[in-house]
């Protein structure tokens, strides 16, 4: 592809090639809307957006970065980490394991009398064991809670989209028996119905492009807000939570995403994809349309040419890890402060 020609050893500035790839892709019309949870069927799939959010708070950007849309399964990543830091590490892994599984996202193989756990926390079953651990004595204060923590990750005000919430809650019979049979098993405890609203709720966050990026900047960042500061997860959680990205955040294409692209990732249902460069930037793609497995399929484009043209590879041993930010510290962006952002 015409794009990726050319390697040299300092890369274009980030700006012109984020661009270019937006003209690439944009007219790139395979995949298909989610259609499952029918609101996420409304989704217009000529939407399309690259952004990149750098530690120091730069940003660069193309396309709808700023249309809202719901996070679905990239709040996984969120709730993993706001759970690790409730319970601590062995409390959550009793919980919830850390093994990849070739099986689809809404499986519910596996889970059996042999089974302790679910596999891991970016299947649906681990996700919604791992939001039933969130504390708050009443289902208020436990979604409070957790919007106050996605709050602080996106740094302004977050909501819930209650068309997405009640459509999915209506439909949602798949992890509904999921649930049940968690409960079964001895896997969940308490008022599942609760749980399952939580989740729900959870996956109906509305976010931007931008503000994915954001988010996956201060993981980043060793879980430190680039723009405001803050700190969102600590330190070493952020390591936790980048290793089930890096092994499990692509759904049944995580594996070949490690060795493609070779960063923690990880995409959903409505077409946002997020990925990780550590301690260089956060990058977010948001495009409706998804190919076989899950992801965006722009999305994935989009990565595998800055995967390659940057060697942002984790194990490209050869490229040095100092392309991308070489080609960041070179270019100008817009710097946003934190009033911008409310
Ligand atoms: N709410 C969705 C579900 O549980 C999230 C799916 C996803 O984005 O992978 O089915």
Known sequence: ?????????????IQSFLESLY??????????????????????ASQFAISVVTLDGRVFQVGDCQQEFTIQSISKVFAYGMALEEWGRDRVLEKVGV????DPFNSHIRLDETSHRPDNPMVNAGAIATTSLVKGSSPTERLNRLLAMFRRYVGRDVYVDISTFLSERATGHRNRAIAHLMLNFGMLNGDI???????FQQCALLVTCQDLATMAAALANRGQHPITGERVLRAEYVR??????????????????????????KSGVSGGLIAVIPNQAGI????????????????????????QKYGFH?????MGHCHFHDSLLSDSAEKLDQEQLL
């Open 1 to 13: 592809m015409q794009l990726l020609k050319g390697m040299g050893n300092v890369g274009p500035p």
């Open 23 to 44: 003209e690439a892709y944009r007219s790139l019309n395979a995949g298909q809307v989610a259609s499952y949870i029918p609101e996420l069927a409304k989704a217009d």
């Open 99 to 102: 093994e990849p599984t070739g």
């Open 193 to 199: 119905e609760e749980a399952l609203d939580l989740y």
């Open 240 to 265: 936790d939570v980048l290793s089930v990205m890096y092994t499990c955040g692509m759904y049944n294409f995580a594996g070949e995403w490690a060795f493609r692209v070779g960063i923690p990732a």
């Open 284 to 307: 977010a793609v948001f495009s409706p349309p998804l190919d076989e497995n899950g992801n965006s399929v722009r999305g994935v484009k989009v990565f595998e040419a800055l995967s």
């Open 314 to 318: 984790m194990f490209d041993l050869s």
